[in-house]
């Protein structure tokens, strides 16, 4: 490998700042305003959260290993907050609370010395107050406080790193509705899109990245000479009522993020730095 041009891509999706089981650094400060004089308070963390930051925290340092003093590109493929569309349960009924949440969620990445891009992909309307408003807020927020570090906010990447191809959105296949089908969607999709741009002349991408259905998935497509990787990402979230009826009371909860080590125009390794937790509770009678 060369040192030069070796590079370092983390993927993360789905955080949702602003739920109570959304993904919240301990000890943020809000905004109370309520008296003569301006204070802040601390939310109290959920024992998902307390859980969610634990994973985050290792694997960022997992993630950061890797890199070593390589260039880090961090990639938030949508779902920065909750928004309040589903409005139970939000840590704060002020708006305003869920993007300074976010931004502190955001924050360990830029502290770090090697962190050159951020790119902030926008998700689904319900969850980011409209037309993408939470990514497009946070990318100017964390530009204004963060100068050295490079903030892209788009809604569909078509990311070039280290001359690696990656087109990624937030939103895309469904993991299956069957064990036996886990993956099926994903390599139609990822074909789907080899094949496209095949025809339209064009090479496709080296990688298809998407998320928003909070499960981890990883498939190869081989065609026409070209090779194409496809993941889904995890979330850092947990399981919320809304959740549970949209995923037919799924009980493994997946969290985590997607490390991508590029080196000579080439995705030389990945790593999916993912887990799960089994959500049921046992009753004995």
């Not at 979330?235 to 949209?246: D, E, I, L, N, S």
Request: hydrophobic share 40%.
């Amino acid at each position: 490998m060369s040192k030069a041009d070796r590079r370092v891509a983390v993927f993360i999706a789905d955080t949702h700042a602003g739920h109570r089981l959304g993904l919240m650094r301990p000890g943020v400060q809000l905004l109370d305003d309520s008296g003569p004089e301006a204070r802040t308070w601390t939310p109290a963390v959920s024992a998902v959260q307390e859980w969610l930051w634990n994973c985050y925290t290792a694997d960022m340092a997992d993630a950061l290993a890797i890199a070593g003093r390589s260039p880090v590109t961090l990639v938030h493929n949508g779902d920065l907050t909750w928004g309040t569309r589903f409005a139970s349960q939000l840590v704060s009924t002020r708006l305003a609370d869920q993007l300074i949440i976010g931004a502190e969620n955001l924050a360990p990445w830029y502290e770090q010395r090697n962190t050159r891009t951020v790119v902030l992909i926008e998700g689904t309307e319900s969850h980011e107050f409209g037309e993408g408003s939470a990514a497009v807020a946070l990318a100017a927020e964390m530009g204004r406080r963060y100068p050295k570090v490079a903030t892209v906010c788009t809604r569909h990447g078509n990311l070039l790193i280290g001359g690696v191809h990656i087109d990624t959105a937030h939103h895309g296949p469904t993991p299956g509705t069957r064990t036996w089908l886990t993956g099926n969607e994903l390599r139609y999709y990822v074909r789907s899109i080899l094949m496209g741009e095949v025809m339209r002349g064009n090479p496709p991408p080296d990688a298809v990245i998407r998320a928003h259905h909070h499960v981890g998935l990883h498939e190869t497509v081989r065609q026409n000479g070209y090779t194409v990787e496809g993941w889904v990402l995890p979330a850092y979230a947990g399981m919320t009522h809304h959740g549970q009826q949209a995923t037919r009371s799924a009980y493994r909860l997946s969290c985590g993020m997607l490390v991508l080590v590029i080196d000579g125009g080439r995705i030389v390794d990945s790593h999916e730095l993912w887990r799960e937790l089994d959500l049921r509770q046992e009753v004995v009678v």
